[in-house]
């Protein structure tokens, strides 16, 4: 089975500050990778996916992640950061069509300083 | 805005009652998911059903049951509450059932006192 980690729980930085949020995944294949976000009384948005090929994707609102098959890894990075990025942020793998199969990291909580 | 949308978006009850949350998946998605999202035990997946079947199950309790009707809404029953189930429940929807992505809805914060 597939399993998530996000080694930080939190994270603060500055706004203009550049940001990485780290996600290493297991799984025996190449896996569906997501980045979803979760703003404070809101629902998962999914600002990045990566299905296969490159292994820089570009998402909304100038994030990007790099897939890292060596590594295992799937890091959300993002240039420069506004106060509008804070929020609960949750890498996710998805294995195939079946629920269980697409499981969530614990989630890494981004505050942004002024 | 996903498209998803999750009724209501609040419940208080007392332990013991039984509620029940309700979901409409986007238009033309056909499978639906519920996670169940506490702060000590993260994102977890509850139960999925693809065009009105069970499709796969996770860690939900018996006291716990779902549904998907013929218009592919998808209603979560949760009885006998304990104090422990307060959590915002979250629906998700996803096209076939052979992608891995899903668009959530907003979820049901349920509050048992």
């Known amino acids: 089975a597939q399993s998530v980690t996000q080694p930080d729980i939190h994270i603060t930085v500055s706004e203009g500050a550049s940001l990485e949020l780290r996600c290493n995944y297991s799984y025996g294949a190449t896996p569906y990778l997501f980045w979803y976000v979760q703003s404070p009384g809101q629902g998962l948005q999914l600002p990045l996916k990566y299905f296969s090929g490159d292994t820089l994707v570009q998402g909304i609102k100038g994030f990007e992640a790099e897939f890292k098959r060596s590594q295992s890894s799937f890091n959300l990075r993002k240039p420069s950061v506004h106060w509008s990025d804070a929020a609960e942020y949750f890498c996710?793998?998805?294995?195939?069509?079946?629920?269980?199969?697409?499981?969530f990291g614990p989630g890494t909580r981004l505050s942004v300083l002024p | 805005d996903s498209g998803v949308t999750q009724t209501p978006k609040h419940l208080i009850t007392a332990t013991g009652q039984r509620v029940t949350l309700r979901c409409s998946p986007r238009s033309g998605d056909l499978s639906v998911y519920w996670y169940q999202q506490s702060l000590d035990q993260g994102l977890q997946f509850l139960i999925q059903?693809?065009?009105?079947?069970?499709?796969a199950k996770g860690n939900i309790l018996e006291r716990f049951s779902a549904q998907q009707f013929p218009d592919l809404h998808s209603e979560l029953n949760l009885s006998s509450l304990e104090l422990g189930d307060s959590a915002l429940y979250f629906c998700?929807?996803?096209?076939?059932?052979?992608?891995?992505?899903?668009?959530f809805g907003e979820g049901s914060r349920l509050t048992v006192l």
């Open positions: 998700a929807s996803s096209p076939t059932s052979d992608t891995g992505e899903l668009f």
């Open positions: 996710a793998v998805g294995a195939s069509n079946y629920g269980q199969n697409f499981v």
């Open positions: 059903y693809y065009n009105g079947e069970e499709r």
